[in-house]
Nanobody, 126 residues
Framework: QVQLVESGGGSVQAGGSLRLSCVASGNTDSDLCMAWFRQAPGKEREGVALIEPDGSTTHVDSVEGRFTVSKDNAQNIVYLQMNSLKPEDTAIYYC????????????????????WGQGTQVTVSS
């Protein structure tokens, strides 16, 4: 069992920044894929960023160059630094984890992730 708790969401104007945090507890071995997903009203949950056990990262094209995923292994925290935010980034952001293999940019990627946080709302106004 893994428990995930997100924080850091909020309301910002376009062009602003936020940093989301996800604290993991429980059976947090070193072999976990940690991912951020988001879901806007009326849309499917989509993968945003992934950090693999070896530290390699993947970002979806729509956030490449603006968002950065990172992790602090000692404290079991995963971050999502979000810069140059746009109104289309408005969504509930979720942290999720699974054992390897690590997938993000595949159809129905969310269905492969076993553990989820409760989500944190990000609202970007124009």
């Amino acid at each position: 069992q893994v428990q995930l708790v997100e924080s850091g969401g909020g309301s910002v104007q376009a062009g602003g920044s936020l940093r989301l945090s996800c604290v993991a507890s429980g059976n947090t071995d070193s072999d976990l894929c940690m991912a951020w997903f988001r879901q806007a009203p009326g849309k499917e949950r989509e993968g945003v960023a992934l950090i693999e056990p070896d530290g390699s990262t993947t970002h979806v094209d729509s956030v490449e160059g603006r968002f950065t995923v990172s992790k602090d292994n000692a404290q079991n925290i995963v971050y999502l630094q979000m810069n140059s935010l746009k109104p289309e980034d408005t969504a509930i952001y979720y942290c999720a984890t699974k054992s390897r293999p690590c997938w993000l940019l595949v159809p129905k990627a969310a269905s492969y992730y076993k553990y989820w946080g409760q989500g944190t709302q990000v609202t970007v106004s124009s």
